[in-house]
């Protein structure tokens, strides 16, 4: 049976010590979480990622790292951005067309294309972001987050029902995704999200930056 994915998007929050007080809280409470079907996977900004992968490896803890973002470009002379052998050093996964990047840094479908791109030929796993059924899925994309732009930190997740009809339309173009769904999940709203099938895990945002609330969303 395929594993649930936890996937923590940090986006642009936490500082080097408050990052520290979150993997020692999880250090000190996930034995008490059964974690046999279930994997987790952080994405902090890039300023933590280094330090994130000293404390996973010091504290023994069973997480995967994520970026939240990759260059669309190679290893070379583009001053500002992070390419894919150097989130490799550190990460696992990487998330790419996220919602909030295409409003507010403007992501084209041809930005998102040579991100996948890149990050297939360094072998990291893609998660990327849909905000619809419409949404094109890339070629080498192996994990979808489906998060409707109107849920995202407005306490209003997408009704299940709805859920599983984006699911559904979604798998019909495209068979063997792992199918998330983000969008204002907590500790409530996910109890409504179980009994969707096709369902695969979560992308959780504001219910990821504290450790004892993340942790609370692993009892599933």
């Avoid at 046999?36 to 900004?45: D, L, S």
């Avoid at 072998?123 to 059924?133: F, G, N, P």
């Avoid at 996910?190 to 096709?198: P, Q, S, V």
Wanted: hydrophobic share 40%; glycine share 6%; aromatic share 10%.
């Amino acid at each position: 049976m395929d594993k649930k994915l936890f996937v923590a998007n940090w986006k642009s929050h936490k500082t080097k010590e408050e990052a520290i007080k979150f993997f020692e809280f999880v250090r000190d409470n996930i034995t008490q979480i059964d974690l046999t079907n279930k994997e987790i996977i952080i994405a902090p900004p890039f300023t933590l990622l280094a330090q994130a992968r000293y404390l996973i490896v010091k504290y023994e803890l069973p997480i995967q790292l994520a970026a939240q973002n990759i260059s669309s470009f190679p290893e070379g002379a583009y001053t500002g951005e992070i390419n894919a052998r150097q989130i490799k050093e550190f990460a696992q996964y990487v998330i790419v067309g996220h919602s909030e990047r295409k409003k507010y840094l403007h992501e084209s479908e041809m930005d998102i294309e040579n991100k996948v791109r890149e990050a297939k030929a360094s072998d990291l796993q893609v998660i990327q972001c849909i905000q619809d059924e419409h949404s094109v899925i890339h070629e080498g994309v192996s994990v979808v987050a489906y998060e409707p732009p109107s849920a995202i930190g407005s306490g209003n997740p997408d009704d299940p029902e709805h859920i599983k009809s984006v699911f559904s339309l979604v798998t019909e173009e495209r068979s063997g995704l792992q199918l998330l769904y983000g969008g204002s999940v907590n500790k409530d709203s996910l109890k409504g999200f179980l009994d969707i099938e096709k369902l695969s895990g979560f992308l959780i945002g504001g219910a990821s930056l504290e450790a004892e609330s993340f942790l609370s969303l692993l009892t599933w």
